[in-house]
Structure formats: structure tokens, C-alpha cells
């Protein structure tokens, strides 16, 4: 640490911890009696840091000082108000619109460390790090895991991320990438629908294969670049990876390019469509036969519809899409139950009506 870092440093006293435990501080300049963030990191990369004080990324702190000594990086940026996703979310998942959007706009952040020669690789998307200030803007603060992308590199020499959000590349199954924080994404989009990880409460509707595309365990069968998974959530990706994609109207079971599920789906509906088609009845007039077996299907398919949040109709379920998994479960549960007894007596005034009309 040269003399004019250390009086760099000097010009700014503590006000209050943040994460006194991760050594993050609020601090104030004592001049010009603006607040600013100090960080003081044990683990970090130094190039990463210069490479943004030279160029700053925007909508990240901007970086004023980074003075490392005795293995210690010493971190002035910018203090950035407003709420992180992390409290946000603490008050409820959020709605399919504004995950796309806070995605989107996490894309044209990522896109533009990726696009530094060399490419910056975050490490660490979630949602304690991300902000939203009060006028609506996206902003991701914590750098502390960003390091630079080394095509030559076999492996992360140093393990690090958040268990849930790490890629398996990050537990030294290979190097950190570009595709590391494609990853991330698609479980922090999965978090802001469900509340839960992927593999706790999996995303329905059309979110649902482009969380699965970035959450892939081989880099490769992910999206590419931030740039092509911003394209897939505003609907403009290929066919069958996209937002709009066709899939998303198929029946559940048939969305996705899963054989297996296909086979189980079309026994499932072939031995349930077998049940209504041969289902007695105390009717004995052909016309009312035949409507009492439609209305059991149309029963049956409502709750399967409902139950795999078919077009993200659960949104429209208070309850439905809660962070607790027994309220969730509750809600789901007691809507089936609302679905199926309103189906069978739709059916029921059918036949009434056709009774009444003589047409049964």
C-alpha cells in the first residue's frame, strides 16, 4: 500500500456495519459527506477490480479505490439505496411479467462483463446481490466472486458461490465461464416464481424450459451467452427453447423434449379418458350418457391442468405460488377440489337444461 492509498483510505470513517462478518461497511467521506460501501475482501481479483475502475460497468457501484496490503483487498464503490431482491422476495414470490423483466435486465448487465476482454465472470448471481433502487433500476453490487475467464484454465483453483446457485463447474467439476452465470440465472428466475430452488419446487408455464435450458449440468446444452437468454425471454429464441414456443400450449407431459414423460403422460390421459368412456351412470338415455362421460373428463383434465400450472394459471391463485410449501400445497389442493366439484355440477345443469328442453 503506497502513502497516497493509505490517505486515500483515510478519508473516509465508519458509519455502520453492513455484513460486519463478510467486512462490508458503511462509510462516509468525511469532505464531501457522501456515503460510499468499503469491502474488505480476503478472497478476490485484484484484475477484476482495476478492470472496473478503468471501466466501469453499468448499473454496478462504481469502483473508486481498491488498495490491496497483506492479502487484503481494500474496496471503496459506490453506495447504491434501495431494496435487495433477497427482501423482496422475503414478502412473496413475484409475478412471470416482472421476473422477466429484472431478468432481462440482469442479461444486459451480464453481457456486458462477459464482452471484457478478458470476459468477467460473475460467480455469484443471487439475490442478496442484487438491488433494486426506488425508481425501478436493476442493479447487481456484490463483485466480491467476479474473476476473469481463462480459456486455458482446467478448473476453479478456488472454490466459491452460494450452494444452490453455483454451477457444477464451480465444485471443481471444470472452469468457471460465461455459462456459470447462465446457470445462475435460471435458478435465481426459478427462486423468484416458486420461492424455491429448481430441484425443491420447479417453475410451470412458459418460464419453465428456459430455467431448465440454463440449469443444464452440461455448459454446453445451456444457453450460450447472456445475450441469447435474454432473447429466449422476450420470445424471440428458436422454436422449443423460447417464451412463445408452441410447447407451452401442449397438454402437461408433452411440453418438453422428454421421451419418458411423454410415454407416462399418454398413459396417464389414455387410462383416465378409459375410466370416463366406460363410466356407469344412472342416465340411460344415450345423449345423457354420453355428456355425463365428457363432463368426468372435462373434471379431471381441469385439475390436471390446474395442479401443473398450465399457462401459469396459478398466478391468478392467491396462495398458489406462496414461499410456504403447506400453503402452497393447501391452496393448490382446496382449488382442485373447487375446479372438479364446479365441473361435475356444470355438467349436472347441462343435463337438467337438455332435460328440460327434451333434448336427453
Known amino acids: 500500500m503506497s502513502v497516497d492509498e493509505a490517505l486515500a483510505l483515510e478519508a473516509y470513517t465508519e458509519v455502520a456495519a453492513i455484513h460486519e462478518s463478510h467486512g462490508v461497511f458503511l462509510v462516509q467521506e ?51 439505496p434501495g431494496d435487495t431482491l433477497e427482501e423482496i422476495l422475503a414478502r412473496g414470490t413475484l409475478p412471470e411479467s416482472r421476473v422477466i423483466a ?48 481463462r480459456s486455458d484454465a482446467s ?23 460465461v455459462l456459470t452465470d447462465i446457470y445462475a440465472m435460471g435458478v435465481l428466475m426459478n427462486v423468484m416464481l416458486t420461492g424455491d430452488l429448481p430441484g425443491v419446487s420447479p417453475a410451470f408455464g412458459r418460464m419453465r424450459p428456459i430455467i431448465a435450458a440454463c440449469t443444464e449440468l452440461t455448459p454446453s446444452r445451456r444457453y450460450q451467452s447472456a445475450a441469447a ?16 414456443s408452441w410447447r407451452r400450449f401442449l397438454p402437461p407431459g408433452f411440453r418438453h423434449n422428454n421421451p419418458l414423460k411423454w410415454v407416462l403422460a399418454t398413459i396417464g390421459y389414455s387410462l383416465m379418458l378409459f375410466l370416463c368412456a366406460t363410466l356407469e351412470t344412472e342416465n340411460t338415455a344415450p345423449a345423457a350418457i354420453l355428456l355425463d362421460r365428457v363432463g368426468a373428463a372435462a373434471a379431471f383434465m381441469v385439475v390436471v391442468l390446474f395442479s401443473a400450472n398450465y399457462l401459469d394459471v396459478q398466478r391468478y391463485v392467491p396462495g398458489a405460488k406462496s414461499r410456504n410449501l403447506v400453503v402452497r400445497i393447501f391452496c393448490i389442493v382446496a382449488m382442485d377440489f373447487l375446479l372438479f366439484l364446479s365441473a361435475i355440477c356444470a355438467t349436472a345443469l347441462l343435463e337438467v337444461w337438455l332435460t328440460g328442453a327434451g333434448l336427453s
Open 30 to 80: 468525511r469532505q464531501s459527506r457522501k456515503f460510499y460501501v468499503k469491502k474488505v475482501l480476503h478472497v478476490y481479483s485484484l484484475d477484476v477490480y482495476r478492470q472496473l475502475q478503468r471501466a466501469p460497468i453499468p448499473n454496478t457501484p462504481h469502483i473508486y479505490h481498491a488498495v490491496e496490503s497483506g492479502g487484503t483487498l481494500t474496496v471503496i464503490e459506490e453506495y447504491i
Open 229 to 244: 437468454l435474454k432473447a429466449a425471454l422476450q420470445g424471440n429464441s428458436q422454436p422449443g427453447s423460447g417464451p412463445r
Open 155 to 177: 478448473r476453479d483453483t478456488v472454490l466459491i458461490g452460494t450452494q444452490g446457485y453455483a454451477a457444477p463447474e464451480q465444485y471443481g467439476f471444470g472452469p468457471s465461464s
Open 102 to 149: 429484472i431478468s432481462i435486465a440482469l442479461c444486459d448487465i451480464l453481457s456486458s462483463f462477459h464482452s471484457c476482454s478478458p470476459p468477467i465472470v460473475n460467480r455469484d448471481i443471487k439475490p442478496s446481490n442484487i438491488k433494486i433502487t426506488p425508481d425501478g433500476v436493476v442493479k447487481l453490487v456484490d463483485l466480491n466472486a467476479a474473476k476473469p475467464c
